[in-house]
């Protein structure tokens, strides 16, 4: 798609990184006018979402307040391809990273966009603070429920975080000598379950629940909601996961920054030990009525998220 034919609204475009085409949607302001210019947005979805989920949710509302927003699916997830010989649902840090600047270069190219700002939401805060370090192209960051200090919430039961190690080196080694992917849920959540067997499992059932309401098979954007997003992924993502911590990164940042959180959320520290370790110009802003899925999919929250979030990229 060229700018001559995009109008306000959705529009399908694809962008080159690793040599491939990856599925984008660009977002467009009501009155759309190709020869003025436009503060434009490269999001960054949660793990292990496609662009139907948070994107799709956030893309229509900054649009609405006047931002062009780029949602896409990263490298073997969604509608983008897998690279030759690899597996779908291989959603890998480093790589998520490279997208994003591809995704800003991509921005870049387009004659009607001005300053092009990062946001992130959960495991896409990560993402963003990180591709930010060494792209000034983005000009200013905002991450929601982000989960940037992931050595908290990762690492403090180091024997919980060495069976995950396990199981992903075991997969990995598997994969290797059958050729063909491992799939796991990584949340113990498959795409089958009913939200009772879930909550039943679970060691904390209410963040189970929460889980659930947007993720599982009924869920507001589960497996049959949304066509191209499974909650079965690659058995090996934790080799990566557990060495992506946003905030080794934190005291690098030089752009203006905004962490909007829930006080109430179990994630609510990988934003706290974030945040107190920049050394940049930053804002934060937390709320005490909202949880970690709050700002993914309910109206007040995502009012709340977007409002702030144009609010600071307006300064």
């Known amino acids: 798609m ?3 034919n995009l109008t306000a609204g959705k529009n399908e475009v694809t962008f080159k990184s690793f040599g491939v085409d990856l599925a984008g949607d660009l977002y467009l302001p009501e009155g759309f006018d190709e020869t003025k210019t436009y503060k434009a947005i490269v999001g960054a ?23 062009i927003y780029l949602g896409f699916d990263y490298l073997g997830m969604g509608s983008s391809p897998a690279l030759p010989g690899e597996y779908k649902q291989s959603r890998y840090m480093f790589r998520l ?3 994003t600047w591809d995704a800003v270069s991509y921005l870049g190219t387009l004659p009607f966009v001005d300053e092009i700002y990062g946001l992130g939401v959960c495991q896409g805060g990560s993402i963003i603070a990180s591709a930010a370090v060494t ?23 180091r024997d919980a975080a060495n069976q995950l190690i396990a199981s992903a080196n075991a997969s990995t080694q598997k994969m290797f000598e059958t050729g063909a992917p491992d ?3 990584p949340f113990g959540l498959t795409d089958e379950m009913s939200r009772q067997e879930f909550v039943d499992a679970a060691a904390y059932p209410a963040m189970a629940g929460e889980t659930y309401d947007y ?13 191209t997003y499974t909650n079965m992924h690659i058995g090996d993502q934790p080799m990566q996961s557990l060495i992506s911590i946003g905030e080794a990164y934190a005291d690098k940042i030089a ?3 905004l962490t909007i959180y829930g006080t109430s959320a179990s994630t609510a520290p990988c934003s706290t030990q974030f945040v107190e ?3 940049n110009e930053h804002e934060e802003l937390a709320f005490d009525d909202f949880s970690h899925v709050d700002f993914y999919y309910k109206p007040e929250a995502v009012k709340a998220s977007t409002d702030a979030v144009a609010e600071f990229f307006n300064k």
């Open 277 to 279: 370790k920049l050394t």
């Open 183 to 185: 799939y796991v849920a």
């Open 45 to 67: 979805s949660p793990f292990p979402q496609v662009k139907d989920q948070i994107p799709a949710t956030y893309g229509p509302e900054m649009a609405a307040r006047g931002f």
């Open 215 to 227: 993720y599982g098979r009924d869920g507001v954007k589960g497996p049959v909601a949304v066509a």
């Open 255 to 257: 752009q203006p920054s």
């Open 135 to 157: 792209d000034h192209r983005i000009k200013k960051i905002a991450m929601v429920s982000g989960m940037m200090a992931a050595d908290a919430f990762q690492w403090t039961d």
């Open 2 to 4: 060229t700018p001559q």
């Open 97 to 99: 990273i490279e997208n």
